[in-house]
């Protein structure tokens, strides 16, 4: 095996692992979000509106911190506030594209809240 052909299994190993791990960061997302959603509206009684934001800004948070440190953390990439604010922004609009499909499918199609967020996400 060439060094080449050796750095190249090297780099599709640490591709793979890097997908796997977004995935499952993806998913603990999913999670925190769908929990704090949940709990805010069901458990504390805030209005769909402000449950939906809190889950998607902490899962936002949760999900930003997990990538840089355990998925991309080999990178070796220093939290940086400009780096983070851009994210901030694209998150900002990614919320309040979620909140738009959860107004219209609760509001307007009847569809239960816990579904359109899923919708939303998806």
Do not use: C
């Not at 769908?34 to 809190?54: D, E, Q, R, T, Y």
């Not at 990439?77 to 979620?98: D, E, N, S, W």
């Amino acid at each position: 095996m060439t060094i080449k052909s050796t750095l190249v299994v090297i780099l599709r190993q640490d591709w793979l692992k890097a997908m796997i791990r977004f995935g499952f960061v993806g998913l603990i997302g999913v999670a925190v979000d769908l929990g704090i959603l949940n709990l805010l509206h069901l458990k504390a009684g805030w209005s769909l509106f402000w449950a939906v934001f809190w889950g998607f800004a902490v899962a936002t948070l949760v999900v930003y911190g997990l990538n840089n440190r355990w998925t991309y953390g080999h990178l070796g990439l220093p939290f940086r506030v400009q780096t983070f604010f851009k994210y901030a922004i694209i998150a900002a609009i990614g919320l309040a594209i979620t909140e738009a499909i959860i107004h219209f499918l609760v509001a307007e199609k009847g569809l239960y809240y816990n579904l359109a967020k899923v919708v939303a996400i998806v």
